[in-house]
């Protein structure tokens, strides 16, 4: 191997030792550039004979080439790993799933209150809906529920203030009832001209679905719980309509005409008489069950003078019901507090 051909030996293994293009240049400069072997071998030509620098000089630039050409060829291959490399960093899996946006949907007891609104509203009752920080005077007191009356122990509550002896103090409401009084006070109010004339009065047929409170908490009870009030007042509405409303209300919910519908005595203070709903499935897990559903009753004539009106010309019938309980019912779902943990496995079943 002459001199010349060793020279293109080292060039092609230093450009090969050169992992980067800017090594690859430092090494090109070391055979190329203006102090580099190949330019000192064309330098050390000046001693020579003519002869010798045509044949020596023609070796030299043969040399030349041969060394550009590896570096071309370098550069090529280092360019071409740079870029895979840059493929392979930012290399796309087209096959991954995508991104999913997260779809909301209806809480389970939203459903059922939108459901008991439509089926409420399809027999002509309207939707009211009211405070729950409430005061005193329409959670008790209006309810024929006086301060020291025995029925409040069964509603005890979070009191936002000092209750007051005139019934002004505030309270969570304990039940939607209230809302039976602020609904029938403005509807009073709204037809006042034509109560004072002794005309008839357009009947009060409305339903109060919310958010009601009391100091409860276990499987079947929680601290913030919903209810739905009713109320149908009229100069002719007998507990007859309340039955036949209840038949209606509960098999649309429901679904099935497989019900039975039991109205087993009770007491409230805001009702005389009063009565506790069961219903009791013909076919399904349930079958047979007596289910307490809601509370219901005439309304109380004391009541009915504190809506404004003349208890022995109106008369009608009231109603309350747990929205949770017929959502536990409608889904299959034994502990009500699963409904409120928020827990998005158990939500997201009912989208
Ligand atoms: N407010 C009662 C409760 O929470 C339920 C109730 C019973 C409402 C009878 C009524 C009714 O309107 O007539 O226990």
Not at 249 to 267: A, G, Y
Request: aromatic content about 10%; glycine content about 8%.
């Amino acid at each position: 191997m002459n001199d010349l051909d060793q020279l293109v030996s080292a060039a092609q293994a230093d450009f090969a030792a050169a992992a980067t293009p800017a090594e690859l240049e430092n090494a090109k400069a070391r055979y190329l550039g203006k102090a580099g072997q190949v330019t000192e071998l064309l330098k050390g030509m000046g001693a020579l004979s003519h002869e010798e620098k045509k044949t020596r000089g023609a070796e030299i630039n043969q040399t030349k080439q041969r060394i550009e050409s590896l570096l071309t060829e370098r550069r090529q291959a280092l360019a071409e790993a740079e870029l895979q490399a840059q493929l392979k960093a930012e290399s796309l899996d087209v096959s991954l799933p995508g991104r999913q946006h997260g779809m909301g949907g209806l809480h389970p007891v939203s459903r059922t209150m939108e459901r008991i609104e439509a089926i409420f509203g399809s027999m002509g009752f309207e939707v009211a809906d009211g405070p729950e920080i409430e005061e005193d005077w329409f959670n008790f007191t209006a309810l024929n529920t006086p301060a020291d009356h025995p029925a409040r122990s069964m509603h005890d509550t979070f009191y936002v203030d000092t209750q007051a002896p005139d019934g002004s103090g505030h309270l969570l409401r304990t039940h939607t009832s209230p809302m039976q009084v602020r609904h029938a006070v403005q509807h009073v109010k709204r037809h006042a001209a034509a109560l004072a004339a002794g005309q008839a009065m357009p009947e009060i047929r409305v339903i109060a679905p919310g958010r009601t409170y009391r100091v409860d908490s276990d499987a079947t009870h929680s601290p913030m719980f919903h209810q739905c009030e009713g109320l149908w007042i009229g100069e002719n509405v007998s507990f007859k309509d309340l039955k036949a409303v209840f038949a209606d209300f509960f098999r649309n919910f429901f679904e099935t005409d497989d019900l039975e519908i039991r109205f087993r005595p009770s007491f409230f203070p805001f009702t005389e008489p009063s009565a506790e709903v069961d219903i009791a499935f013909a076919s399904g897990p349930l079958k047979g069950r007596w289910l307490e559903v809601a509370g219901s009753g005439q309304v109380h004539p004391n009541v009915v003078r504190n809506f404004g009106l003349d208890p022995e010309r109106y008369i009608g019938f009231a109603f309350g019901m747990g929205p949770d309980r017929l959502t536990m019912l409608r889904y299959g779902v034994n502990d009500l507090r699963l409904f409120f943990d928020g827990d998005l496995r158990f939500l997201s079943q009912f989208r």
